[in-house]
């Protein structure tokens, strides 16, 4: 089987046709970055002594396109300690810097006696028909993943499970949570307010906040799309796995017409 990327030596890369956007086919979509990013973190952290933390945001500022090209992705600490850690992790490409990512990083405590408050869960997506998202959108990683909606997706408003069966890095085991957040920007996809052949909406950055620690292989996306009125919308989501809700996703969207 094939992966999303192939690394090329120590934090260099080389990225598959699955990594196809879906605005450009010769670009590199961001989810699956998102997910190599996270596999990253966790190398530079399983490096080091164990310390029990685990992944608890995400935050990428998308500065410029990736092609189909190879590039680097280090990682580095920015906020040493014992119970929290912030890391920043830089992709670069053609010798400009193109995503900048901070990584939170949080001791466990057991909690459990206060544990609440989160949204219900999604129906399971077994028994679900898959939904052929390649009819909206182009591009190589949208042919690798497998779409299930909980009913009929609206313009704007969309409920959907969604896997993929393609390793991360090729011969390289990826954690569950970089599995997890590898198709969580796909979620400005699934509930498209306008049909991209006549709106550009791409989103400028992607935060994942995470309260519990997702296990895979479903990505639950519990989705709502807005569009102001100045060329600005926003993409929000309830992230769940099969046991219920995760986490939120938030993505700020440039809107333009196409």
Do not use: C
């Not at 704007?156 to 890095?169: E, F, M, Q």
């Amino acid at each position: 089987m094939t992966s999303y990327f192939h690394r090329a030596g120590g934090g260099r890369f080389r990225p598959t046709e699955l990594t196809g956007g879906a605005w450009a086919t010769d670009e590199q979509h961001i989810a699956p970055m998102t997910g190599l990013i996270v596999h990253e973190a966790d190398r530079l952290a399983a490096g080091r002594a164990p310390d029990g933390m685990v992944i608890t945001r995400i935050s990428m500022d998308i500065l410029g396109v990736l092609k189909l090209e190879e590039f680097d992705v280090d990682v580095a600490v920015v906020r040493p300690g014992r119970t929290i850690e912030l890391l920043e992790a830089v992709v670069t490409a053609r010798g400009r810097a193109a995503v900048r990512a901070r990584i939170w990083r949080m001791a466990q405590q057991d909690t459990s006696a206060v544990a609440g408050g989160a949204p219900q869960p999604l129906p399971h997506p077994a028994g679900l028909a898959s939904y052929p998202l390649s009819q909206v959108w182009p591009g190589g990683f949208i042919t690798s993943v497998d779409v299930r909606p909980v009913g009929a997706p609206e313009p704007g408003r969309a409920r959907v499970w969604i896997t993929s069966g393609v390793p991360l890095v090729a011969g390289e085991q990826a954690s569950p949570l970089a599995e997890f957040v590898k198709l969580v920007d796909t979620a400005n996809g699934i509930a498209a307010r306008e049909s991209p052949k006549e709106w550009l909406f791409p989103n400028l950055d992607l935060t994942v906040h995470l309260h519990r620690q997702p296990e895979g292989p479903w990505v639950g996306l519990d989705t709502t799309v807005a569009f102001g009125t100045t060329g600005a919308g926003l993409t929000s989501s309830v992230l769940h796995d099969v046991a219920g809700p995760v986490g939120r996703a938030e993505q700020i969207l440039t809107v333009r017409p196409g």
